[in-house]
């Protein structure tokens, strides 16, 4: 049964970090790039990061370059997001996913195969 769990959300201040794990099970991880999308209340869904399945392109959206990294341990079927310097406006479900094809079509919500349950992050003082 092909499954993505994601874990690691919770609530933290502002500034403050969290590590995101998706953990792929059911399917050969290593034949997907892997993507993390988020999902704030009201909002469409955003990409907020991407990565192939070799691990050598990554992909991240202008809204959280330089605090947000991906990166994934593919003989560990997981794939991480680290963030940094968290701040309000990163508060959303985020929700880890799988595309079968690498290109510029990764930054669209509506491309990906396979999804996640989600985790919720909320960021507040």
């Known amino acids: 049964q092909l499954q993505l769990m994601e874990s690691g959300g919770g609530l933290v201040q502002p500034g403050g970090s969290l590590r995101l794990s998706c953990a792929a099970s059911g399917f050969t991880f290593d034949y997907y790039h892997s993507g993390w999308i988020r999902q704030a209340p009201g909002k469409e869904r955003e990409v907020v990061s991407g990565?192939?399945?070799?691990?050598?392109?990554?992909y991240t959206a202008d809204s959280v370059k330089g605090r947000f990294t991906i990166s994934r341990d593919n003989p560990k079927n997981t794939v991480y997001l680290q963030m940094n310097s968290l701040k309000p406006e990163d508060t959303a479900v985020y929700y880890c996913?799988?595309?079968?094809?690498?290109?510029?079509?990764?930054?669209?919500?509506?491309?990906?195969?396979?999804w996640g349950q989600g985790t919720q992050v909320t960021v507040s003082s």
């Open positions: 996913a799988a595309i079968r094809d690498w290109g510029p079509n990764i930054m669209s919500a509506n491309n990906y195969d396979f």
């Open positions: 990565i192939s399945n070799s691990g050598g392109n990554t």
